[in-house]
T-cell receptor, first 118, second 119 residues
Framework: AQTVTQSQPEMSVQEAETVTLSCTYD???????LFWYKQPPSRQMILVIR??????QNATENRFSVNFQKAAKSFSLKISDSQLGDAAMYFC???????????????FGTGTLLAVQP | GAGVSQSPRYKVAKRGQDVALRCDPI?????LFWYQQALGQGPEFLTY????????KSGLPSDRFFAERPEGSVSTLKIQRTQQEDSAVYLC?????????????????FGAGSRLTVL
């Protein structure tokens, strides 16, 4: 079974600075997707960035980028030029790409609560 | 609608009561997922629908949990004889494509969840 681990329960960053959130995962599959979701106090999960495992190039979305290390099974999120609106819970998630069954459910980590200091 | 709508936003139930949580997905979305998020934890998969068919219910924690999507749009998650350990946020998510497949376009849109508190 696949697992996702986020070892940082809480992180803090100064506004305009850069912060990196860690995520490791365990799987025996070769093809999969990895995601970072943001969950503000409103509770609605918002997709921040995604990475296909077969792509070597790290995904980037504006101020958000990932460091995907497939051999190490590591998938960290870097937030540059942090803004007050970035404060939220961040979840790392895994999804199989195998079309062998009916579901490709997301498997989430336990989350990292990011505080942004003005 | 523009997004995934869930109701009620908050529900307080006495232990032993039955509750029903509603999810109204984005119109035309084929896939619908239910997740349970306990306090301080990440969401955990409960069940999956492709249109009206419940193709995966492996995450339902007990036979007190039941979900349906009779016409392939609105879904209801029902919890019978609620227990304190059922207290959690219940998230619904939908997507345009079937749950399987390798398409990276199969991105889930989540609702804001229903927070259930069982006293």
């Amino acid at each position: 079974a696949q697992t996702v681990t986020q070892s940082q329960p809480e992180m803090s960053v100064q506004e305009a600075e850069t912060v990196t959130l860690s995520c490791t995962y365990d799987t025996s599959e070769s093809d999969y997707y990895l995601f970072w979701y943001k969950q503000p106090p409103s509770r609605q999960m918002i997709l921040v960035i995604r990475q296909e495992a077969y792509k070597q190039q790290n995904a980037t979305e504006n101020r958000f980028s990932v460091n995907f290390q497939k051999a190490a099974k590591s998938f960290s999120l870097k937030i540059s030029d942090s803004q007050l609106g970035d404060a939220a819970m961040y979840f790392c998630a895994y999804r199989s790409a195998f079309y062998g069954g009916a579901t490709n459910k997301l498997i989430f980590g336990t989350g990292t609560l990011l505080a942004v200091q003005p | 609608g523009a997004g995934v709508s869930q109701s009620p936003r908050y529900k307080v139930a006495k232990r032993g009561q039955d509750v029903a949580l509603r999810c109204d997905p984005i119109s035309g979305h084929v896939s619908l997922f239910w997740y349970q998020q306990a306090l301080g934890q990440g969401p955990e998969f409960l069940t999956y629908f492709q249109n009206e068919a419940q193709l995966d219910k492996s995450g339902l924690p007990s036979d007190r949990f039941f979900a349906e999507r009779p016409e392939g749009s609105v879904s209801t998650l029902k919890i019978q004889r609620t227990q304190q350990e059922d207290s959690a946020v219940y998230l619904c998510a939908s997507s345009t494509l079937p749950g399987g497949g390798s398409s990276g376009a199969n991105v889930l849109t989540f609702g804001a969840g229903s927070r259930l508190t069982v006293l």
